[in-house]
């Protein structure tokens, strides 16, 4: 048994719905380890007593938190971010699908593998939500690379079939048939899950979407991802490809692509109608504050969405946001809202970024909380990690005022440790 000591904080609810008292803060906390699993929190002194063998690892003043769950990223994307001046399209055209390409070689798909779990960990993300490529074998070195570091990860091979180059192009058939074979393959093996991933309408064809739709029904317990409503452009390319479809929503509800388990990135520009189904429909949204502005795209109803008890989850979109800290993440999802009139509490952010995600991603009773009989992955945050935020900390009347900086201001340097499964996957040391 390991006993961590420090801050700790855990989610008894949805702090959108129910305020900061959703949270539980120990100033002097513990979670206790065992077998991979948190066996049991609470107070440090009393945890010390109950379990006098265990092994301690003192923390001081930082915080222990469930890791980070980035709910949206494209893996591929990693050596190209923070590519300059395109919006979406242009974006696409420019800069990833050229690199994509490149990973029709297996050498290099596990070199970018590697390099993004390098990163993510560094920054305190312990769980990652990844688009692959249309190549079978880029879903292969993602996820042989998450094994390789105990990573509970979800990925699938990205589909497309028209209006990408000719090199990324597969069809409704082999869209159907390598997911197929990589979910029988990867699906619930060690802490892996395979996700069904239409990149999204405009590049998949009316038969590529049927064909995807018809897997999701053999496999209901498998998630979905693609994307919804990021430009303005996008949303009149939809209309022009799918003019049968009353709005972009409708062209994933006709192939059965909407419903529980659903994961929609981006959903920015959402008609009544739209956010009446997904409501309805329980599919849940995945906001990506730092591409959004990075891209150009528009501004999330964090407020209106997550505020009604929607399932909502945080993520990086690298690489077209711009980042892979999810702390920046919180604090661009913060600027947002702030741009829409709503001042989101430190609570609502990590919640986003832990618990809330976790629930997104139908893995709450898994991850993304410090509680009995959770996957032992954390991150511990040093909330005084520069010399800017520990003057600002230093002034705090409450934790949130504690935290709130490190939300605004933090980085790496502000990620002392990354547990994963139990176990010390980097040390203070890795994370500098």
């Given at each position: 048994?390991?006993?961590l ?10 702090p ?8 539980r ?9 065992e077998d991979?699993?948190?066996?049991e929190t609470?107070?440090?002194e ?10 301690v ?6 915080l222990?938190s ?8 494209h893996?591929?994307?990693t050596?190209?971010i923070?590519s300059?001046?395109k919006?979406l ?5 420019s800069y990833?699908f050229?690199e994509?390409a ?9 070199e970018i593998?590697?390099?993004f779990f390098?990163?993510?960990l560094?920054h305190?993300t312990t ?13 292969e070195?993602?996820?042989i690379e ?11 091979k990205?589909?497309m079939?028209?209006n ?10 082999s869209?159907?048939?390598?997911s197929?074979?990589?979910?029988e ?7 892996l899950?395979?996700v069904?991933?239409p990149?999204f309408?405009?590049t ?10 018809a ?10 991802q693609?994307h919804?409503s ?5 949303i ?6 799918f ?6 929503l ?7 692509l909407a ?10 520009h959402?008609?009544?109608?739209e956010?009446?189904a997904?409501a309805?429909?329980?599919i ?7 591409s959004?502005?990075f ?5 999330f109803d964090?407020?209106?969405?997550a505020?009604?008890?929607?399932r ?6 690298v ?6 800290s999810m ?8 600027e ?8 989101l509490h430190?609570?609502a ?8 995600a ?26 005084a990690?520069t010399?800017?935020?520990a ?6 009347g ?8 490190t ?7 502000a990620?002392r440790?990354v547990w ?5 996957a980097?040390?203070v040391?890795?994370?500098?």
């Open positions: 048994m390991k006993l000591l420090g801050q700790t904080l855990a989610f008894d609810g949805n959108f719905v129910e305020g900061p008292a959703a949270t803060h120990e100033r002097r906390g513990a979670v206790l380890i991979g699993l948190i066996r609470g107070p440090a009393a945890l010390r007593a109950r379990f006098p063998g265990a092994e690892t003192d923390y001081g003043d930082a222990i469930a890791g980070f769950i980035d709910a949206h990223v893996y591929p994307q050596a190209i923070a300059w001046g919006r399209i242009d974006w696409l055209e990833t050229p994509e490149r990973f029709d070689a297996p050498v290099y798909a596990r593998a590697a390099r390098d990163l993510s560094a305190g769980t990652s939500v990844s688009f692959a490529t249309i190549h079978p074998a880029s879903v070195a993602f996820f998450a094994q390789r570091r105990g990573l509970r990860t979800l990925a699938g990205t589909c079939d028209r990408a180059p000719e090199n990324l192009r597969d069809s409704a058939q869209a159907y048939d390598d197929k074979a990589l979910l393959a990867w699906h619930g093996r060690d802490r899950s395979y069904i991933t990149r309408a405009p998949s064809s009316p038969a590529q979407l049927e064909a995807l739709g897997l999701r029904a053999e496999h209901p317990n498998c998630l979905m693609t919804l990021e430009q303005k452009e996008e009149s390319w939809v209309r022009e490809l003019p049968e479809s009353r709005d972009y409708d062209v994933y509800e006709r192939f059965g419903g529980p388990g659903a994961l929609m990135g981006h959903a920015i959402l008609t009544a109608r956010r009446a997904i309805e429909r329980d849940s949204l995945i906001h990506c504050p730092t959004n502005t891209i150009g795209s528009g501004l964090m407020q209106g969405l505020g009604a008890g929607l909502v989850g945080l993520a990086t979109d690489g077209g946001g711009s980042n892979f702390l920046r993440s919180m604090g661009a999802a913060y947002v809202a702030q741009l829409a009139g709503h001042a430190p609570a952010l990590w919640y986003l970024a832990t618990a809330g976790a629930r997104a991603l139908h893995l709450d009773d898994k991850i993304g909380n410090l509680a009995p009989g959770m996957e032992a992955d954390m991150v511990v945050i040093d909330l990690s010399p800017q935020i003057q600002r900390a230093g002034r705090a409450d934790f949130w005022e504690e935290l709130f900086p939300i605004m201001m933090g980085d790496d340097r990620v440790a994963v499964g139990g176990e010390l980097v040390p040391t890795s994370a500098h």
